[in-house]
């Protein structure tokens, strides 16, 4: 990531930055995230957390609408998400199986370069 693809992710969030966090507090996987470009686009505090507030109270609703409408087909519904879950999980597990088995060391920097990140397996170290 270069430079400039930081600018222009961060032009672009101060351009669509609040509905960039209200829409990320409806995914799930964007929602543990979303503050971290809002930071960096040193979006207001107030205007982040309204968004914020605004997207979760949203999430929040739906969720619980969920579970008061299928109340009664607590049967049905786990008989349909429990092999969702399964697959996603079997669906992860592969991925990192994958990334294990094509996983590649990076190469040792030339002399006088210093490393990016120092490697957990690396028995070498920089000089003082």
């Known amino acids: 990531m270069s430079a400039r693809d930081v600018e222009r992710a961060r032009d672009w969030f101060q351009r669509r930055g609040g509905l960039a966090v209200f829409i990320g507090r409806l995914i799930p996987a964007i929602r543990t995230l979303i503050s971290v470009p809002a930071g960096i686009a040193r979006m207001k505090m107030p205007l982040f957390l309204a968004y914020s507030m605004a997207g979760t109270a949203l999430w929040t609703a739906f969720l619980a609408g969920a579970g008061y409408a299928l109340q009664s087909q607590y049967e049905k519904v786990e ?10 999980v079997g669906v992860l597990i592969l991925i990192y199986l994958y990334r294990v088995i094509t996983w590649r060391s990076r ?15 690396s028995t070498k170290r920089a000089p003082p």
Do not use: F, M, R
């Open 79 to 88: 008989s349909w998400l429990n092999p969702v879950s399964n697959i996603a």
């Open 107 to 121: 190469p040792e920097p030339e002399d006088g370069a210093e490393p990016v990140a120092p490697s957990a397996t």
